[in-house]
């Protein structure tokens, strides 16, 4: 105790969000039994300036071995306050668990602000909000496991082809454990989802005609001067709300027995009541629940009766078994009978993920919804909860149905996911987008692609129309970076070949290609049609079309990520050489993200002692 008496709590509050941050002193012992206590027993009013006693709920203590007493906050209605379940207040683990073991809970819930310049007013709801309590349960998690892209050399495989992908599950999925002191699991960091959950200074299309607009830039890679990045950045056309054609919407909601916990189902119904609140009068709904058996909950209802429809949100409660495949199957049903000529429809999944299904029922559902998406009906998942999240199947069900995957761990993210990247969520300008890099023998040596390990595809893949890919919405942005080794570098890996591969000399490239390192190739179709359309674009050492902040930027979440999976490429490159490059590169942060990003980075230093 510090002579008896709690560390100071400071509240802020900001547009009706209320965060609770503390600060304990390391050389001071914390009772953090009572400190739960106190920051539970205290909220304060933004309006009247007064400290009153926050509506809270204790949970019965849990009296399991090895594991702690939980304290969280009941649902607080979304008009009210932002603010989601109380942290859970445990000391920071001395020494890092090792990634390959089972994780266990325990460390830092609450978000501090660290250091640095701080986030503009109206960022802080997203650099300081709270976080939803972890499940105790982490190794019942399943996610897929996938080696790293490895180190190629030019003369022996020139290609790289992968699909792009709009996902950022990982990093909202990266942030709720750090939010507990821990690090995640590495399977669990999907480094292009953590680069793609930031938007970026991209060119922006002049017209729907041309539906995206690529940029690209080569800078020095931060963490090895030997060799260089490259961004590619791909940017959609932003269309306005009001000109997307009626939207169709089909929530399957899982409200199963394991939906109970605070952070799934309370926050599943606050998180629907956001996204309704951004659709248009015009716009249908319908709901569809699971729990047991599957059923109908809401007919297709318009968005002008909110009533009705918020009526059926509020009236959800959690309880029985898991049947996901009849679910799914009823809501598909129910879109196609919704849908009307020049009418959008998608599904949206929301669950915690357990189908509680066997592999050859996952087989059957991929294919199930690989058909009804050439049938119209496309599938986003939103996943909730910790415990028993069955990413790996969140992932599968996403790719499959051309959908968004994204975890909710906060209501901020919710708003983030629902109503600022409504548009782009439920409007696709683009499908089965490709990208194909073919790199010059007579520049580059070496190069890696940084995450996408999920999305590779083959060379061949890339002309092939009926190879599927991602899909862009209107607004998105994709970002994808390639560490490149020039010819003659210090950093060459791999020992030169007296012959090469046959397919390719210097002579052959030398002319008016000497000076490209790569060539940018992307193929897409138009919405509704089957041809697919190439757009190109050479890629020199001076190509600089994308702001050097930007890059670096996102150099830094590139080896934020790369950390945590444990890369071999980084050197002597850690956690505080990234904060300090995203700090000095940050820019504009109108939201706040890449302040909160700022505050992950400080929590991975603090979780890995």
């Known amino acids: 105790m510090l002579n008896g008496h709690l560390p100071k709590a400071v509240l802020i509050s900001s547009a009706s969000i209320v965060t609770i941050a503390f600060v304990a002193i390391a050389s001071q012992t914390v009772d953090w039994s009572q400190m739960g206590r106190y920051l539970n027993q205290t909220i304060t009013s933004e309006e009247t300036g007064h400290t009153e006693p926050a509506p809270v709920q204790a949970l019965e203590p ?75 349960l982490p190794n019942r998690e399943r996610f897929s496991s996938e080696e790293v892209n490895p180190l190629k050399q030019v003369s022996q495989d020139p290609v790289s082809t992968f699909s792009i992908d709009v996902d950022t599950a990982s990093y909202s999925f990266v942030r709720s454990d750090l939010s507990v002191g821990r690090l995640p699991h590495p399977d669990a960091v999907r480094v292009e989802e953590m680069i793609n959950y930031f938007d970026y200074a991209y060119a922006v299309p002049e017209s729907r005609e041309t539906p995206f607009s690529t940029s690209v830039s080569v800078v020095e890679t931060p963490w090895n001067k030997h060799t260089r990045l490259m961004q590619i950045g791909v940017q959609g056309y932003k269309v306005p709300l009001d000109d997307l054609p009626p939207q169709n919407l089909v929530f399957l909601i899982d409200t199963s027995g394991s939906m109970s916990d605070v952070n799934k189902l309370p926050l599943l119904q606050q998180s629907f009541r956001l996204l309704l609140s951004s659709l248009r009068d015009e716009d249908e709904v319908a709901i569809v629940t699971y729990a047991g058996s599957a059923g109908v909950l809401l007919e297709p209802t318009k968005v002008s009766d909110k009533e009705q429809i918020l009526q059926k949100i509020n009236a959800l409660t959690s309880g029985g078994s898991t049947a996901g495949q009849a679910g799914l199957k009823g809501a598909y049903a129910l879109a196609e009978k919704m849908t009307g000529e020049g009418e959008q429809t998608r599904v949206i999944l929301a669950t915690d993920g357990d189908f509680n299904v066997g592999l050859s029922d996952v087989d059957s559902m991929k294919k199930y919804v690989e058909e009804q998406r050439k049938r119209g009906t496309a599938l986003s998942v939103l996943g909730f909860g910790r415990g028993n999240y069955n990413d790996e199947l969140m992932q599968t069900l996403a790719q499959n149905g051309q959908g968004v995957a994204a975890y909710i761990d906060t209501l901020s993210e919710a708003r983030k996911v629902l109503v600022d990247q409504v548009v782009s969520s439920i409007s696709m300008i683009a499908q089965d987008v490709k990208i194909q890099v073919e790199f010059n023998l007579e520049t580059v040596a070496e190069y890696r692609l940084i995450g996408y390990e999920t999305r590779a595809l083959k060379t061949e893949d890339f002309k092939n129309d009926k190879v599927d890919a991602g899909d862009i919405g209107a607004g998105h942005n994709v970002t994808a970076l390639y ?27 030398s002319g008016s290609y000497s000076g490209e390192l790569a060539f ?88 890995e002692r």
């Not at 190509?543 to 071999?568: C, H, M, N, R, W």
């Open 62 to 136: 849990d009296h399991r071995a090895g594991q702690e007493h939980e304290t969280v906050l009941n649902e607080t209605p979304v008009e009210d306050s932002l603010l989601v379940p109380a942290p859970v207040v445990r000391p920071v683990p001395e020494t890092r668990a090792k990634a390959q073991q089972p994780q266990q809970t325990g460390g830092l819930l609450s978000l501090y602000s660290g250091q640095g310049a701080s986030a503009p007013a109206s960022a802080k709801r997203h650099s300081m909000d709270a976080i939803a309590p972890v499940a105790t």
């Open 483 to 509: 560490e490149i080794t020039p010819v003659g570098s210090p950093a060459t890996k791999f020992s030169d070949l007296r012959y090469g591969n046959g397919t390719q000399t210097p002579d052959q490239v």
């Open 520 to 607: 940018v190739k992307l193929r897409y179709k138009t919405p509704g049609e089957d041809k697919s359309k190439l757009v190109t674009t050479p890629v020199t050492s001076d190509s600089s079309d994308i702001p050097l902040s930007e890059t670096l930027f996102a150099a830094s979440v590139a080896s934020f990520g790369q950390l945590l999976k444990g890369s071999d490429y980084l050197g002597d490159w850690d956690f505080s050489a990234a904060e300090k490059l995203a700090q000095e590169n940050r820019g504009a942060d109108r939201l706040g993200y890449r302040s909160e990003f700022l505050t992950l980075l400080r929590l991975a230093q603090v979780a």
